[in-house]
Each structure stands twice: as C-alpha cells, then as structure tokens.
C-alpha cells in the first residue's frame, strides 16, 4: 500500500507522510501546529513503540499542518480508540478537511446504520435485523422474513470479511449468536438475507462520478465471500448507467466524498437496480489500482485543486 501511494505522490508532486494513531498527538509552536508521532519503517509500514527501559522515546520529525496545504486520509477507527475519532474530530472542527468526514466515517463504521441511510434514499439493499441479546435469534428471524441460509454478521469492526458467517438453520443461528455473546454480551450482531452471486462489484466514487471498477468473484470452493484479501480475483468490468447512478447515490447517501460502493448486480442489470451491499468510507485503492492503474495518482491530482475540498 505504501508503496502505491509514494508511487501516485510522486507523481503529482505531493507529500505524503505515515502516521500511526499509537502514540500520535498535537503540538502548537510559534502560533503553528504540528503533528507528532513515532517513525514508521518503510517497508514494513509498522511504527516503532517506546520501550519500557527507561530509555528516552524517539519520535518522528513532527510535522506541520494547516488548513490550506494538508489533507489527512486517514483508516478505519476502532469502535474502542474513542480518543484517535477525538483528535480527528477536533481537527475537522479547527477548519481541516478529512477525507471522509467523521460523520460519514460514523455512518459507514455500523453496516446496520449504513442500511438504514440507504433505505432512507430509496435504496436496495438486503433485507437486515439486529439481534440484540444472545435469545433474540428467532425473533429476528421471523423479522427478516426470508429462508435459510441467512448471514450472521458484526455491525462494526469486520474486515476482509472476517466476522461474517453463512447460516443454514435456526439451530446454528441461535448456538452461533449464544457463542459469540458469550464472548460479548455487547456484540452488535445482524442478521441478513442470503443472495446468492457469482461475484458482487466494488464502485470507487469521487463526488458525483464513478472513477473506477473493481469485479470481485467468490472465493472458488465452499466459501461465498468475495474480498480480494481473502483470495477472491478481481477484474475490470464496466457499469450500467443505472448502476452508475445507485453507486452515486449510495456515497451521497452516507455523506461521502471517496467511498467504494459495494454492489450486488441484479439479474437485469439495465432495467433492475442492483442491491447495495456495504459502502466503504476508507476504501483501500491498493486492490482496484491493480486493474484501474493510474487510479490513486488521479485521486491525488484531483485533490491538488482546493475547490474539491468539500
């Protein structure tokens, strides 16, 4: 990843530094501010953490931030580092633009308050419940309204995949749930219709355009996800205009500015608008620049204009 972003910064003369959110904090120094962090190695994108041996904490060279000249793209934020969302937060609030913005992040962060955004904008999507305590499974499933098999999966803090499972019967739906609260009583589970598909398309968005194409196949095998981290290959195809247009609204929905629009195609793709899956407010370009190349370096160059600082 870090290699593919030198590469497109390079390219459109701007500089990019790494920071991790361990051990990050603000500085302000001759009426500037600054950001402060631990050095990142190059090639393994990893900080470097103080030790416990009373030795003296190294730091990066700090650096300096203002509203006209930085841009933060910043990763996903754990539901449990309250603080890092904070200082982001406050650094949105002093006038800095954060590609996107927390309350997109906040929307985007729960898969079920994600759904009810899109419902809102007269979107299709998977028919979705919550379970709300480790009994609740036949209730939600009666309030799904669709067979088994059915997805169980988290709310929040699922990546690559991990977290979603495919259930074939009440059996194993309500023993899977009482398992996992017994981990977490407090778990924010869902529980959500089965489509099947043969590959489901990830759509990056830029304001009011889509910029680039990912197909995603399912994993070969028994498996039905599709993530490309988790083996599923991905290809370059095109969109309908109505897809274009789902995908469009879905960002607009959530408040997004750079998001990837998760979409399952419907079986008339020019008449039928696809279901819309997940929309992603840290959508990785690593995967999608690998058949859309040139991809991150035109995301770059875009935000090089200030007047797409909004």
């Not at 990066?60 to 934020?77: G, K, S």
């Not at 754990?78 to 992040?105: T, V």
């Not at 979705?128 to 499974?137: F, G, N």
């Not at 990912?214 to 599709?226: P, Y």
Request: proline share 4%; with cysteine; aromatic share 8%.
């Amino acid at each position: 990843m870090m290699d593919t972003m030198d590469k497109a910064a390079k390219s459109s003369g701007i500089n990019v530094h790494y920071v991790d959110y361990n051990g990050v904090f603000l500085s302000n120094k001759n009426g500037k501010v600054y950001i402060n962090y631990f050095p990142i190695d190059d090639k393994t994108g990893e900080y470097k953490p103080p030790n416990s041996k009373g030795e003296k904490i190294e730091y990066a060279e700090p650096i300096e931030i203002d509203q006209e000249n930085t841009l933060f793209l910043y990763r996903d934020l754990p539901a449990d580092r309250r603080h890092w969302k904070d200082m982001l937060q406050a650094l949105e609030l002093r006038g800095h633009f954060l590609l996107n913005s927390i309350e997109c992040q906040s929307i985007c962060g729960s898969k079920y308050l994600t759904d009810v955004y899109l419902r809102n904008a007269g979107l299709r999507t998977p028919k979705t419940v919550r379970i709300t305590h480790s009994e609740d499974s036949e209730r939600a499933f009666k309030e799904l309204k669709s067979d088994f098999p059915v997805i169980l999966k988290l709310s929040q803090g699922t990546i690559t995949g991990v977290g979603v499972v495919k259930i074939d019967n009440m059996r194993t739906l309500h023993t899977t749930v009482q398992m996992m609260m017994m981990l977490d009583k407090k778990l924010p589970l869902l529980v959500q219709e089965f489509i099947e598909l043969d590959y489901d398309i990830r759509a990056m968005v830029l304001h009011d355009e889509v910029i680039a194409v990912m197909k995603r196949n399912v994993i070969k095998g028994a498996d039905f996800r599709s993530n490309i981290s988790l083996g599923a290959e991905p290809e370059k195809m095109e969109l309908t205009e109505l897809e274009k247009e789902v995908s469009i609204k879905a960002s607009k929905a959530v408040g997004g500015i750079l998001t990837g629009v998760d979409l399952i195609p419907s079986k008339d793709r020019e008449k039928e608008p696809p279901y819309v899956l997940e929309v992603n407010s840290n959508p990785g370009l690593t995967g999608i620049e690998k058949i859309n190349k040139g991809i991150t370096a035109m995301v770059f160059k875009y935000f090089k204009n200030r007047d797409n600082w909004s």
